[in-house]
């Protein structure tokens, strides 16, 4: 009898829940429902030409990164946003903070160079380490047989960084469901919402 008035309850709180969701978009009218639409793409489209326009100003495929493991702890703590450039002229420098991807790894790594080798022909060697690592990244970050990084596998270097700003990010990958509500919540609020 108890699980029955707490799945009882649940329903009932459920069934109120998408009513007050659904009752607002069945009296909207037609046109005003097309109009949140339109708003919600909007919206979509902007956030999509910012993003471009960061990666043109900046140079690099990914202008804002996430840090998200404690590799680089104390300079950089998990969930801090990075924002990269890549200067294609610049030479690299042992100290400077890379963002870096290794072919068949989907996600950037963010470290420290520790060697720079400059070839004759333009062409640069580079080793990396984590400063919370033991171990520089030839051991376990690399590629299979993979010795150092070449300037095709930077991202960009690090120009500065928000603590903690991309908690949000880091909360969406470990629970994909907060993902997905997150955008639902988002889009109901944008399409119900009433133009003043």
Known sequence: IHVYRVLSLFHTTMQA???SVVLPLRRMHKRQFITQALNFGMIVASALMIWKSLMVYSGSESPIVVVLSGSMEPAFQRGDLL?????????FRVGEIIVFKIEGKDIPIVHRILEV???PNGDVDILTKGDNNSHHDHFGIYAQGQQWLSRKHVIGRVEGFLPYVGMMTILMNDYPQLKFALIFVLGLFVIT???Q
């Not at 990269?84 to 030479?91: D, E, F, R, S, T």
């Open 17 to 19: 829940a998408i009513d």
């Open 83 to 91: 924002f990269l450039a890549q200067n294609h002229v610049a030479p």
């Open 117 to 119: 080798h400059e070839k």
């Open 193 to 195: 919402n009433k133009e």
